[in-house]
């Protein structure tokens, strides 16, 4: 009998293995989709709240946050898209009409270096402009391409994030019916969740939205060529860590400077120097310190980890994953590794 309940109990794990495995395979084209629902979800969670207040009725409640999502991301990227289409095919010309040889010595004068040195840099910097404007046009075909997938994965975010704020009390329930770790744990997990996901999405996130915005302002004012799309990238760049708006706001001044436009060339700099101190300097930082007891550092480096390793939601997978790590190394410290599950 005991050999028999044995098997049975080898067959079940084997069984429960293969459906964990299964489900990760169905899942896992899907996943960035479900977690973004997840993350949309909780941040408009206390919206979501205040409207149930009103309105007394979960599903309302929850069609509601849809709307103000689509009203905030889906519908202003639907209008701007034929713009920035344009603007990306205007660019593609300018590059290829682009006087590299010019620009090159307007940059450094005749007589500081050789022909040779002209020569050679004309042909890196004339090498480096093809090979970008043909990493553009393939990444721009390549998300045309992808539009009709694009479109099934955001019906994905907003079945994920409908369901997530209707249900998000049960949700929570469930968690915690089937979590290892003592109450305490659990509700010191729940506390670094929100501290690291408030300053990855505001202090990250939102500040670099904020921040390729305001710059991107000044690309307009200064009479940048293709503004809207250094915006974009601009934004892109203010969201990513290490890397900053100044490798968009920097080429642009220069090139405003070689276009016999000093002067705006010299006040966009001084104009995004001061943007990108108040906000990347001051906003930024504040958000990043309310981390609790996890060191800023700690989440910049699992941050940028996070990034290489899991994409964008590495942004909060990284540092979420150090900072349970620490508590496991806290417990472990003063001597009571049972005391997370007890």
Do not use: C
């Amino acid at each position: 009998m005991s050999s028999e309940m044995h098997f049975n109990r080898v067959i079940a794990i084997i069984l429960v293995i293969g459906l964990i495995i299964l489900s990760a395979i169905i899942l896992k084209p899907i996943f960035f989709s479900i977690v973004t629902g997840l993350l949309l979800a909780y941040v408009f969670n206390p919206v979501y709240k205040k409207i149930y207040s009103f309105v007394r009725e979960r599903n309302t409640s929850a069609f509601v946050i849809i709307f103000i999502v689509l009203l905030i991301i889906f519908i202003p990227f639907w209008f701007l898209f034929p713009v920035i289409t344009r603007q990306i095919f205007e660019f593609f010309i300018y590059l290829q009409k682009i006087d590299i040889m010019a620009f090159v010595r307007q940059v450094f004068p005749p007589g500081v270096f050789s022909e040779v040195f002209y020569a050679n840099l004309g042909a890196s910097v004339s090498g480096f402009v093809g090979k970008l404007a043909g990493s553009m046009s393939a990444s721009f075909s390549s998300f045309i391409v992808n539009i009709p997938n694009s479109m099934l994965h955001a019906l994905i975010v907003l079945f994920t994030l409908f369901y997530a704020l209707k249900d998000s009390s049960k949700f929570g329930e469930y968690i915690k019916s089937v979590s290892p770790f003592s109450e305490k744990t659990e509700q010191r997990m729940m506390q670094e969740f929100k501290n690291i996901t408030k300053a990855v999405i505001y202090g990250s996130v939102l500040t670099g939205i904020i921040l390729g915005i305001v710059v991107g302002i000044g690309f307009f004012i200064f009479g940048v060529p293709g503004a809207l799309i250094l915006t974009l990238l601009a934004v892109i760049m203010g969201i990513l860590p290490i890397l900053g708006v100044w490798m968009v706001w920097a080429p642009a001044a220069i090139y405003l400077m070689s276009t016999n436009n000093v002067v705006g060339g010299v006040l966009l700099t001084v104009y995004s120097l001061i943007i990108t101190f108040v906000v990347d300097g001051i906003i930024r930082t504040y958000f990043i310190s309310k981390t609790g007891k996890m060191h800023s550092a700690i989440v910049l480096i699992g941050m940028i980890g996070g990034l290489f390793t899991f994409g964008i939601l590495g942004f909060i997978i990284g540092p979420l994953i150090l900072s349970y790590l620490l508590i496991i190394f806290d417990a472990y410290r003063n001597k009571n590794l049972s005391g997370l599950f007890s």
